[in-house]
């Protein structure tokens, strides 16, 4: 049974970081493309950050651009989103996302292309 668990969201003030983890069990995801999406209610869910199968392309979206990383540990079958200087803009649940079609060059969109999803993270960032 696939199963990702997302970890390492919480509350934190503005300025603060906060890395997440998406733990990926069940199968080997090596070959998968990772994306890292948000959602607030009542929104669309957005992506926030991906990252290709052998790690050599990544995609952020311009309001975090120089402020999240997106990492992956093949060998652990997890991911990671590294946040920096949180605002409170970036308050959502934050959930990961594994793709199985894509190959270096995807564009990482559109989001009906990921085929597994985690429970989601609540990341809150105070002002």
């Known amino acids: 049974q696939v199963q990702l668990v997302e970890s390492g969201g919480g509350l934190v003030q503005a300025g603060g970081s906060l890395r997440l983890s998406c733990a990926a069990s069940g199968r080997s995801f090596s070959r998968y493309a990772w994306g890292w999406f948000r959602q607030v209610a009542g929104k669309e869910r957005d992506l926030v950050a991906g990252?290709?199968?052998?790690?050599?392309?990544?995609y952020y979206r311009d309001s975090v651009k120089g402020r999240f990383t997106v990492s992956r540990d093949n060998a652990k079958n997890t991911v990671y989103l590294q946040m920096s200087s949180l605002k409170p803009e970036d308050t959502a649940i934050y959930y990961c996302?594994?793709?199985?079609?894509?190959?270096?060059?995807?564009?990482?969109?559109?989001?009906?292309?990921?085929?597994?999803w985690g429970q989601g993270t609540q990341v809150t960032v105070s002002s």
């Open positions: 990252i290709s199968w052998n790690g050599r392309n990544t």
């Open positions: 996302a594994a793709d199985p079609t894509s190959g270096t060059y995807t564009t990482f969109q559109p989001i009906e292309r990921y085929e597994y």
